[in-house]
C-alpha cells in the first residue's frame, strides 16, 4: 500500500486517535450491536483507535485487530495495553486473514475499505472467519459529498483532488454508496446500507462547526501536497480551497454537510 494517502508517521498515528476520539459517539458508537463476551475483529483497525473505544465501552468484547503496517500494529499494541484493554493485533493483509474459519461474532471496518483496490477479497475474508448469524460493519465515508456554504469553486477543486488522488492510489472515494450491493455479492443476508447526514452550521451558540473544520483539516492538508506532485494541480487554487474551507467558522452563514455510510449484513445460519 505505498500509495496509501495519509502515510504513517507518528502525528499521523495520532490524528487516528484524535480521530476516533471525535467520532466516538456521534458514530462508532452508533446504533452498534454487541452482546456480552462477543469476539470483535476490527479490518484495517491502524493504531487500534477504534478498537479502544469499542473495548472501553464493552468491557466484556474480546478483541482482534488486524493491519497491513507494523508500525501501526506496534502503536495500537501500546496504545491498547495503556487503556488496560488486550487485543489479539496482528501485522497481516485483510485479504489474506490468519484466522481460522467462523472464529468471530462480528468483523468491523472504519475508514477501511475505501482504500482497497479490490474490497471485496477483504469481504470475502471477513464472511470466512464469521460466525454464521455473526455480522459485518463497514462506516465509510463519500469525500464527494462534503458539501460547503458558501460554495466556492476552488474548494470543490480541492476536494475533487482529493477524489481523484485516492482513486489514483487505489481507493474508492464514494465506496459508500455501493457497500450494499457488494456485501450482497460477498453472500451475506439482511443487508442494510445505511446513510447519515452530518450538517454543522455557523452558531453563537456551539464550536461543532468550528471542531468539524479542524476535524477535516487535520488530513485534508496533509493530502495537498501530494495533490501537486501527483496530479499535477495548481497549488494556488488549491491553497485558496483550503483556505475557504478553514475561514468557514467565521463566516456568518458558515456550514458543512457530509455522508457518512454504515452497512451491515449478516452471515447466514446456514451456507
Ligand atoms: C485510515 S486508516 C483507519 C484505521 C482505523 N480503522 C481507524 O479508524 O482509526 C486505514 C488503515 O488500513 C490499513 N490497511 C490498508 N490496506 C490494508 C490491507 N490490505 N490489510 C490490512 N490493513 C490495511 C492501513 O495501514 C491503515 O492503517
New binding site residues.
Given amino acids: 500500500?505505498s500509495d496509501?494517502i495519509?502515510g504513517?508517521a507518528l502525528d499521523e498515528q495520532a490524528r487516528?486517535?484524535a480521530?476516533?476520539d471525535y467520532w466516538r459517539e456521534r458514530l462508532i458508537l452508533r446504533e452498534v450491536n454487541f452482546a456480552e463476551g462477543d469476539a470483535v475483529l476490527?479490518?484495517?483497525?491502524?493504531?487500534?483507535?477504534?478498537l479502544g473505544i469499542l473495548g472501553q465501552a464493552y468491557p466484556s468484547l474480546k478483541l482482534a485487530g488486524?493491519?497491513?503496517?507494523p508500525t501501526?500494529i506496534d502503536y495500537a499494541k501500546q496504545y491498547l495495553a495503556a487503556l488496560q484493554l488486550t487485543a489479539d493485533l496482528r501485522v497481516?493483509?485483510?485479504?489474506q486473514l490468519p484466522w481460522p474459519d467462523s472464529q468471530f461474532d462480528q468483523v468491523s471496518?472504519?475508514?477501511?475499505v475505501e482504500?482497497?483496490p479490490r474490497p471485496e477479497l477483504?469481504l470475502q475474508e471477513a464472511y470466512r472467519v464469521l460466525q454464521p448469524g455473526g455480522q459485518l460493519s463497514l462506516t465509510e465515508p463519500d469525500y464527494m459529498t462534503i458539501k460547503i456554504w458558501p460554495d466556492n469553486r476552488d474548494y470543490r477543486y480541492l476536494i475533487s483532488g482529493l477524489c481523484d488522488l485516492l482513486s489514483q492510489a487505489g481507493g474508492s472515494p464514494a465506496l459508500g454508496r455501493r457497500l450494499g450491493p457488494l456485501l450482497e455479492s460477498v453472500g451475506f443476508c439482511e443487508v442494510q446500507n445505511r446513510a447519515w447526514g452530518y450538517h454543522y452550521f455557523q452558531t453563537v451558540t456551539n464550536q461543532e462547526l468550528k471542531l468539524f473544520v479542524e476535524y477535516v483539516e487535520g488530513w485534508l492538508a496533509p493530502a495537498v501536497p501530494q495533490m501537486v506532485q501527483k496530479l499535477g494541480r495548481d497549488p494556488k487554487r488549491l491553497a485558496a480551497g483550503l483556505d475557504c474551507f478553514r475561514q468557514l467558522p467565521q463566516q456568518p452563514e458558515g456550514a458543512v454537510t457530509v455522508t457518512i455510510y454504515r452497512a451491515t449484513g449478516q452471515k447466514p445460519l446456514q451456507g
Fill in positions: 500500500m496509501y495519509h504513517y487516528l486517535v480521530q476516533a476490527e479490518l484495517g483497525c491502524g493504531v487500534g483507535a477504534v488486524i493491519d497491513l503496517q501501526q497481516g493483509d485483510a485479504s471496518t472504519t475508514w477501511f482504500h482497497l477483504a
